[in-house]
């Protein structure tokens, strides 16, 4: 898969997963409020609006560059966990695709920013987190899966954090009362897999 | 911080600004201002939550060539803590070490190893004594 992308595929990337953030804030701070301090849709708001409010100067710089501030621009606005661990994934995608100039085997560079955010976390698949979304995303886009079959593997694996224990985060603290919910950070990062899926889909057919 | 000082620095870190602010203001009055000290509470908004830019902010304010400790409650800061220790860059961020120690009680001792001279090191190995 090559890894270029002209400025409008970013502006309109970041406004896809601004107004899907939006749409399923409560949501997301509903499933947050099962089992963590119920703020998660709010603190993803505020990082995708500071993105979308730097939306067109992200546009003009290179891909790299560009991908890594918005990691930057995550972790000093969304806060909590999930803005260190969304923007290690997006910083590392970034300087990983600026270090191989272009020729970058994109599933590579993402499976070297999953494990990075793994170490960030000091979480593994399994643990309930974000990381049962990102790996299994991964393993859909190793083997050349279709878009909307890498959405539906990422919407399947998010619930299928309900079935498992709390390893990590706030959830943790609840030991196995953790059971039985979809963890929040999965959820997100399933609804922005799936968008990003469709927006590539219309615009970028493969 | 000023020069004065070659005493380890204290950064304390927690969800809530009033509990944060408060730690700082009990180890300042226990421990007095030989010690560099500074705090981050709260998210970007100053609602409960922790903040990387801030907790960056703070380890600067806090800063002494001798080091810094951070104190931090629960998770997020801990995740966050090391994100503003990373952007502070190398060497700087070789010269900062997040405690595992509770917060209040490991500030309040930290600083007082701390404002006898005692190296980072040294602090660090006193605050995380208290842990179970």
């Known amino acids: 898969?090559?890894?270029?992308?002209?400025?409008v595929l970013v502006a309109g990337l970041i406004e896809v997963c601004r107004a899907t953030i939006a749409a399923n804030t409560d949501h997301l701070c509903a499933l947050d409020r099962a089992i963590g301090d119920g703020d998660h849709g709010t603190n993803m708001r505020r990082g995708?609006?500071?993105?979308?409010?730097?939306?067109?100067s992200l546009s003009s710089l290179p891909f790299p560059d560009a991908v890594e501030k918005i990691g930057l621009t995550l972790v000093m606005n969304v806060g909590g966990a999930a803005g260190p661990l969304y923007g290690t994934l997006?910083?590392?995608?970034g300087r990983e695709l600026r270090k191989s100039n272009e020729r970058a085997d994109f599933p590579q560079v993402l499976k070297q920013a999953i494990d990075a955010v793994a170490r960030r976390g000091r979480a593994h698949a399994g643990?309930?987190?974000?990381?049962?979304?990102?790996y299994p995303v991964h393993a859909a886009l190793a083997s050349r899966s279709p878009l909307g079959a890498i959405a539906r593997r990422a919407e399947r694996s998010a619930n299928r954090t309900a079935d498992m224990k709390a390893m990590r985060g706030r959830a943790a603290y609840l030991g196995d009362r953790s059971i039985g919910h979809v963890d929040p950070g999965a959820s997100s990062c399933a609804l922005l897999t799936t968008a990003i899926c469709r927006y590539l889909g219309e615009h970028r057919p493969q | 911080m000023n020069g004065k000082t070659a005493n380890v620095g204290i950064v304390i870190v927690s969800h809530s600004?009033?509990?944060?602010?408060?730690?700082?203001?009990?180890?300042?009055?226990?421990?007095?201002?030989?010690?560099?000290?500074?705090?981050?509470?709260?998210?970007?908004?100053?609602?409960?939550?922790?903040?990387?830019?801030g907790i960056l902010k703070a380890i600067e304010a806090a800063w002494s060539d001798a080091g810094v400790a951070v104190f931090v409650d629960l998770g997020g800061a801990e995740t966050n803590s090391e994100m503003a220790i990373e952007m502070?860059?190398?060497p700087r961020s070789g010269l900062v070490s997040i405690c595992n120690a509770p917060l209040v009680e490991g500030a309040v001792i930290a600083a007082a190893e701390a404002s006898g001279g005692a190296s980072l090191a040294k602090v660090v190995a006193t605050a995380e004594e208290l842990s179970p």
């Not at chain 1, 995708?48 to 067109?56: F, I, P, T, Y």
């Not at chain 2, 300042?28 to 409960?48: F, I």
Request: glycine fraction near 14%; proline fraction near 4%; charged fraction near 20%.
């Open chain 1, 90 to 93: 997006l910083m590392e995608i």
């Open chain 1, 48 to 56: 995708c609006e500071a993105v979308s409010a730097e939306g067109e």
């Open chain 2, 88 to 90: 502070l860059g190398l």
């Open chain 1, 1 to 7: 898969m090559a890894v270029q992308a002209e400025p």
């Open chain 1, 127 to 134: 643990d309930k987190t974000l990381l049962d979304v990102l």
């Open chain 2, 17 to 53: 600004p009033l509990v944060a602010r408060g730690i700082a203001d009990m180890v300042r009055q226990m421990v007095g201002d030989c010690v560099p000290l500074a705090w981050s509470g709260g998210n970007v908004h100053g609602e409960l939550g922790t903040d990387a830019g």
